[in-house]
């Protein structure tokens, strides 16, 4: 294919300049020019749009190890943070331990541990601790992220632009809080007011400087925190650090 090399300004009205391999044309006995142009235009727009398909598409890894409940780390070295949900925490130096966190951990095992896993990504690749952040598929179709969910070992957790399946995991969150699985099991609750921002899907205390803050057209209050969870909003973790379990 012959690469025509074109540079182009434009001038008053309608009238173009076009450089082409050196010489001066405009546009009013350009049609030789305008079609190799397009031609090679063409050519590369495809290529880009290939390669970028390429890029994106889906790939099977072998779990190594699970770290918790919505992490796990493949045999090629990645740390994976699950997309859409947020598992119990396990103790550390720096932060307390959350119930079911090794019942969480543990259901993770189960599922992925030493086995081969498809990945599916969505816009945004990496968190800020450069971990890949995914939808993960076992070999038989089975929705790992969704599994944690509706076994009740995880919460929904919103976070633009990663939401494309935002609805199946409210869904599956909603189906384990129905039959009081895991984290939903003992949940004892009286009533209070939350502050809910409808634009990050967190809800707040009513005491927190956070809440307060939020525009009253993206506010929502709820009176239970199981109410929110509901409608799949996840706890604001500056006014709510630590995840637990209402006895009231």
């Not at 300049?17 to 030789?32: A, I, K, S």
Request: aromatic letters at 12%.
């Amino acid at each position: 294919m012959p690469v025509v090399s074109c540079l182009w300004s434009v001038r008053s009205g309608f009238l173009f300049r076009f450089y082409c391999n050196g010489q001066l044309t405009t546009n009013d006995g350009l049609d030789f020019t305008r079609m190799k142009l397009r031609t090679t235009l063409s050519f590369v727009c495809s290529l880009i749009f290939l390669l970028g398909t390429a890029c994106s598409a889906d790939t099977d890894y072998r779990v190594k190890w699970v770290a918790d409940g919505d992490t796990i780390v493949l045999t090629e070295g990645s740390k994976v943070r699950y997309i859409g949900i947020n598992a119990p925490e396990l103790p550390r130096k720096d932060h307390v331990g959350e119930p079911y966190a090794a019942e969480a951990k543990r259901l993770n095992a189960r599922l992925v541990k030493k086995k081969s896993v498809r990945l599916e990504f969505d816009i945004e690749p990496n968190d800020r601790f450069e971990r890949r952040l995914a939808y993960v598929f076992l070999k038989d179709g089975t929705f790992v992220n969704a599994e944690m969910l509706s076994n009740g070992y995880a919460y929904l957790l919103y976070v633009r632009p990663n939401v494309k399946y935002q609805a199946n995991l409210l869904a599956a969150q909603q189906t384990a809080m129905s039959a009081k699985k895991g984290i939903w099991s003992k949940w004892r609750e009286t009533s209070a007011t939350y502050i809910g921002n409808k634009r990050s899907r967190r809800f707040h205390l009513a005491t927190c400087s956070s809440g307060k803050r939020i525009k009253p057209k993206n506010r929502i209050i709820f009176k239970r925190k199981w109410d929110a969870h509901w409608e799949g909003y996840a706890p604001a973790k500056r006014c709510m650090p630590v995840f637990t379990i209402p006895q009231d």
